[in-house]
DNA sequence: AAAAAAC
């Protein structure tokens, strides 16, 4: 078996790994390292998790070791789809590059160009960036491509999802082609191998199985709900939402909640806050600043709930990541697979929520057949208000027949045991029925009312939180305390080490 | 149908 010893990388570097409490490499690692050392194009094929990032930056710096940077003229390039993860790359370098006087810049959006400028006219040996920004840079004159010795595309395949081939190409165009190149994909899509055709030069190709999305570390749940009215179903998600959150405790450490539109990330985590739980909103329409604090926040520990678009989904290495809900059945069945990937990592176990109605059976059964298994069904353990587990079941069988008379379902309604018409869809008009509801309240009072109340109040206060956490024993999983003695695994994809707990903040002042 | 990324 190789240890990272074996791989002829700078001992600095060597050093690195070690203080970070690495010896063996990951597949990816160890079938990439070696021939971009050499110098050698690589077309990498493997998702996150896979320690990909560290399977590019550890050559690289090792090769960037010798030489010196000059103004303006980076002698390196990363590439990376998103903000986040663009910043992850360069938390990475961080890392190993401790030893060595290697110079890195991150240019993103969102961020003011002045650091940026500054950083890249005193010259840098490692450009990470988005491309968006990098192109702004180069369009301003401020930036030369000529002295890139070698380029990375990172996620290649999110990069062809949103759009971005052609900036890619553009920027593959502006380096010189005696260039290295390092490429990565989790796929192989026809216009990624048309790309990889173009601007590699015989590359050695390392493909890493494909991430068992029914990873054994991954408990999949899938949450059934018909509402009432379908405009309903966002509300009534956050009603069962808040009920799992509950009836899980102490388990559900902390949750990444994904929702389909940005619009409905603010909703969930206002709503989420309103109950008085600790959730913080990250999306593409927010403040960079504050994209990155929710982040660094919820990677620490000091925000409980991140309520995310697929700004989240994919890539982003947060360990510890206890339960993934999505709140919407993701459209993309691969988004399915990226999203509940950031819970159960390395070797962790962790909980997959996906809450869905009827109208999502389309996108649910794409997902199924992605993943080549049935979700298991989990109990819904919110029942909407007034509503008997009893009389839903009643109104289940009634619905084929269901005649016209709207009037006469609501009456048929009423009429069932412990049954409580919602008042403001009671009409003037329907005075027999008010006045047989008067009739009831008055004569069962505290059975109606009082429970109903309390319910819907429970999940506001906090110590209720570690109350329902004691009767948490979560239908005979039996896996209490074992979430952090699960299979022991090695290398840097799997094994996280310390400082990845911690917050950017705290890695800093450790450096 | 929407998300991401440049100003």
Not at 413 to 434: F, G, L, N, Y
Request: glycine fraction near 8%.
């Amino acid at each position: 078996m190789t240890s990272f010893s074996d791989l002829n990388l700078d001992p600095k570097v060597l050093k690195a790994i070690e203080a970070a409490g690495y010896t063996t490499p990951t597949p990816i690692q160890a079938g990439a390292i070696p021939p971009a050392l050499e110098g050698r194009d690589v077309l990498g094929i493997a998702q996150t998790g896979t320690g990909k990032t560290a399977s590019f930056t550890l050559p690289m710096i090792t090769l960037l070791g010798k030489g010196r940077a000059r103004a303006r003229m980076p002698r390196s390039l990363v590439l990376a789809p998103t903000r986040e993860l663009a910043a992850q790359v360069a938390e990475n370098f961080d890392t190993y590059a401790k030893g060595s006087r290697l110079k890195k810049a991150l240019l993103i959006g969102g961020v003011s160009f002045k650091e940026q400028d500054m950083l890249i006219d005193r010259g840098v040996d490692v450009l990470i960036a988005t491309p968006g920004r990098l192109i702004d840079h180069f369009e301003r004159g401020k930036l030369l491509l000529t002295g890139v010795e070698i380029m990375v595309v990172d996620e290649a395949d999110r990069m062809l999802d949103m759009g971005f081939i052609p900036d890619i190409e553009r920027i593959f165009e502006m380096t010189p082609f005696t260039r290295q190149t390092l490429f990565f994909s989790a796929t192989m899509a026809p216009e990624i191998e048309r790309i990889t055709n173009k601007f590699l030069s015989n590359p050695e190709k390392i493909e890493v199985e494909r991430q068992n999305t029914t990873s054994q570390t991954i408990t999949q749940i899938l949450v059934e709900h018909t509402p009432k009215r379908r405009d309903m179903a966002a509300k009534d998600k956050r009603e069962i939402l808040r009920a799992i959150i509950e009836r899980d405790g102490d388990d559900c450490r902390n949750a990444i909640i994904f929702c389909n539109r940005k619009t409905e990330v603010d909703v969930v985590a206002k709503s989420l806050k309103k109950h008085g739980y600790n959730a913080e909103p990250i999306h593409g329409d927010l403040e960079q600043s504050q994209r990155t604090r929710t982040l660094d926040g919820f990677r620490d520990g000091s925000i409980r709930f991140l309520v995310a678009s697929d700004v989240a989904a994919r890539g982003l290495d947060i360990p510890n990541v206890s339960h993934v809900f999505n709140f919407d059945v993701p459209s993309h069945a691969e988004d399915y697979v990226h999203r509940i990937g950031r819970t159960g990592r390395a070797g962790k176990l962790g909980t997959a929520y996906t809450l869905s109605t009827p109208s999502d059976a389309k996108y649910l059964d794409a997902i199924q057949s992605l993943v080549k298994t049935e979700l298991p069904r989990g109990e819904n353990p919110w029942t909407p208000p007034g509503v008997s587990k009893r009389e839903e079941a009643a109104a289940e069988e009634e619905a084929p027949k269901r005649t016209s008379s709207r009037t006469r379902s609501r009456s048929k309604k009423v009429d069932a045991p412990a049954a409580e018409t919602p008042q403001p869809e009671v009409k003037e008009a329907d005075t027999r029925t008010k006045a047989r509801n008067e009739a009831r309240r008055e004569q069962k009072p505290d059975t109606r009312n009082e429970p109903r109340t309390e319910a819907r109040n429970q999940p506001r206060q906090q110590e209720d939180r570690s109350g329902a956490s004691s009767s948490r024993s979560r239908g005979g999983r039996g896996r209490g305390g074992d979430r952090d003695n699960g299979p022991r695994v090695v290398g840097l994809g799997d094994h996280v080490p310390g400082f990845i707990e911690m917050s950017f903040e705290e890695r800093r002042g450790n450096s």
